[in-house]
């Protein structure tokens, strides 16, 4: 079943190793914010 409600994250230099990327994956955010 779909949510209706999307997490939304921002990310910006400090997060853009591969691993911390996949880690919010896994917690359910569907959707990402680049800030650079």
């Given at each position: ?5 999307k ?6 230099p400090?997060?853009?190793?591969t691993?911390?990327l996949?880690?919010l994956?896994?917690?359910g955010?569907n959707?990402?914010?680049?800030q650079?």
């Amino acid at each position: 079943m779909d949510h209706l409600t999307k997490i939304v994250a921002t990310v910006g230099p400090a997060s853009l190793e591969t691993s911390l990327l996949n880690k919010l994956i896994d917690a359910g955010v569907n959707v990402f914010s680049s800030q650079f």
